[in-house]
């Protein structure tokens, strides 16, 4: 029964996990690129590279289903993605 029932724990970690890195599996640095090119860095306004102060971030989050796309995706603050950050880990689970 022991044995088991470390089975069913390893496989419950096992899909736990692979639940939390689907989120990260899907997103395309292509799609991230495009976003940028259509929408410029708000503090620098340049179409590539870094955007201090700021985050590319999903509007609808991927972890809950949400497309990874062009259209779902904003710049948002840093303090402003931290607190989505923390409502989509109640959220959705993650």
Not at 27 to 55: L, W
Not at 59 to 80: F, H, K, Y
Request: with cysteine; aromatic share 6%; proline share 5%.
């Amino acid at each position: 029964m022991g044995t088991a029932s470390t089975l069913v724990s390893c496989i419950v970690a096992i899909a736990i996990a692979s639940t939390a890195l689907s989120a990260r599996e899907y997103r395309s640095r292509e799609v991230t690129r495009e976003f940028q090119r259509e929408h410029p860095c708000p503090s620098t306004g340049r179409t590539s590279g870094a955007c201090p102060g700021y985050r590319r971030d999903h509007i609808e989050p991927l972890a809950c289903g949400g497309p990874d796309a062009v259209s779902n995706m904003q710049w948002q603050t840093i303090r402003d993605a931290k607190a989505k950050d923390r409502w989509e880990r109640r959220a959705c689970g993650r």
